[in-house]
């Protein structure tokens, strides 16, 4: 963690974004000396009078994960750190814990910042209570999704009052990597690369989940797409779940935004600031309208996600469609989404569908739309990625120079899944990547770059699921 310069909490306030700030410990047990504590009670100090008069800190929290680690009064439970003591060193470093987070920092809150909330610990389920997966109080740290190797359905059972941890890795995309990497390493498991990946299970880990989901590619450059669609999946719909489980579930924090070091991690904004698949979906997922749609228990079912004040009619848009684009079933439905809130505004079962193919042969499009304006849409799929018979999607694309930016036009024949747009510079921003293509569908995408138009052409490409596919 880190208390950031007062320019970052300037623009928190300009923007709205409320600041979840952390004091500097985390998953250790520190002294409880004299010297020590006075320290950290003027470190604290200071920072909260510096800090205290932004409208965007949302709270002060003591700790992360040293009370769900240690699990005081709970021999079952923690990481076994206490284990590794006699009862009377037990009793030290508790005591110790307990001035300084129960005792020191909220007092200094409450002495320099009145009214602005302590939570001494995350996760925690409250003061003596310890975080559990199943928990209806406090906050949770869900990492069944990664170290529990479970399936990224489960993110939908686990749903805390507030989500305030959880990930899954990836590695940056190939242009990133290929600058602090010479060709021969181009493999995730070289000297180089595994230097970059600071997590012992992560190549591992990263590999199951793909395996399960999609082809494995064994071109490198491949690989490491695949990766970034796996992790945009995995926190992007969990984003979505936690939104709409609203107002049981009122905060979702992932991990992490970026990274200090050009590494494999749990980054959604590589070192060199390229976004990876994941920030788009997360972008996409934190509008003010959204909608989640799953399949489950043989029914679809669509929840409405509203954080405006006032109620909004909508229509909602159905199409079964074959990837080269001829629709089976289509219907228009109206809807409204609930004020500030969440809720579950259709449901049908699959049996309804007049499907006349296989399952890995369609798609279902379902499209959020006021008027003509489209506020948001979920593709989903009957089957596995690895499992759908994915046609070549004739791409097109024409790039306009307006001066400021670049306006590329890209269309598709028939279905493209997970589209990613790429270029040589750095520094060029996309206002929409890693998306579906429907057929026939013309999408316009602004690019911010310094480059010429003609030397940012030469150096753009882009990637597509089918491409990983071709044996």
């Not at 929290?61 to 040293?66: A, D, I, L, Q």
């Not at 909330?117 to 003596?128: D, I, K, N, R, T």
Request: net charge neutral.
């Amino acid at each position: 963690g880190i208390y950031e310069n007062n320019i970052f909490y300037d623009l928190c306030d300009k923007y709205g974004i409320l600041v979840w700030q952390d004091f500097m410990f985390s998953c250790s047990m520190y002294p409880g000396n004299a010297d020590f504590l006075n320290n950290v009670r003027r470190e604290a100090e200071q920072n909260v009078q510096r800090l205290r008069n932004h409208a965007c800190l949302a709270l002060w929290c003591g700790n992360n994960e040293m009370e769900y680690a240690w699990a005081e009064g709970h021999e079952e439970r923690g990481w076994g750190w206490k284990q590794l003591y006699n009862s009377a060193q037990r009793a030290q470093i508790w005591q110790a814990y307990d001035t300084l987070f129960h005792h020191i920092l909220p007092q200094v809150v409450a002495d320099y910042a009145p009214g602005q909330p302590y939570w001494h610990s995350s996760p925690s389920a409250g003061m003596g209570k310890l975080a559990k997966d199943d928990n209806t109080s406090g906050d949770m740290h869900y990492w069944g999704v990664w170290h529990g190797q479970e399936p990224f359905s489960a993110f939908r059972k686990y749903k805390a009052r507030f989500m305030s941890e959880y990930g899954f890795q990836s590695f940056p995309e190939f242009n990133s990597v290929k600058r602090y990497t010479l060709p021969e390493d181009y493999n995730i498991e070289s000297e180089v690369m595994t230097w970059h990946q600071r997590s012992g299970i992560g190549n591992l880990r990263i590999r199951e989940y793909m395996d399960a989901a999609y082809k494995v590619p064994a071109n490198m450059e491949q690989f490491l797409y695949v990766g970034q669609v796996l992790q945009a999946e995995a926190i992007g719909g969990a984003m979505r779940i936690h939104r709409a489980a609203m107002p049981y579930c009122m905060g979702s924090l992932y991990w992490q935004l970026n990274d200090c070091w050009p590494v494999a991690s749990w980054s959604g904004i590589d070192y060199y600031g390229r976004w990876k698949a994941m920030h788009y979906k997360i972008k996409e997922a934190c509008k003010n309208q959204i909608i989640y749609a799953v399949i489950e228990d043989n029914e679809l079912r669509v929840y409405g996600v509203n954080d405006l004040p006032e109620k909004i009619p909508a229509t909602l848009r159905l199409n079964v469609a074959r990837f080269d684009g001829e629709s089976l079933w289509n219907r228009p439905i109206k809807v409204v989404l609930p004020a500030n809130s969440a809720a579950l505004i259709y449901s049908m079962p699959l049996s309804k569908l007049p499907v006349k193919y296989s399952e890995n042969e369609l798609f279902m499009s379902v499209i959020l739309a006021k008027g003509i304006t489209t506020l948001d849409r979920e593709i989903l799929f009957f089957t596995t990625s690895k499992m759908l018979k994915l046609p070549e999607p004739e791409i097109k694309t024409r790039i306009s120079d307006k001066g400021n930016h670049l306006v590329i036009e890209i269309s598709a024949s028939k279905f493209c899944k997970n589209l990613m747009l790429t270029s040589q510079d750095n520094e060029a921003r996309f206002s929409d990547n890693f998306f579906d293509l429907l057929p026939g569908e013309v999408r316009r995408i602004t690019c911010t770059t310094k480059q010429r138009w003609e030397d940012f052409e030469r150096g753009f490409k882009f990637l597509h699921l089918q491409q990983t596919m071709q044996d």
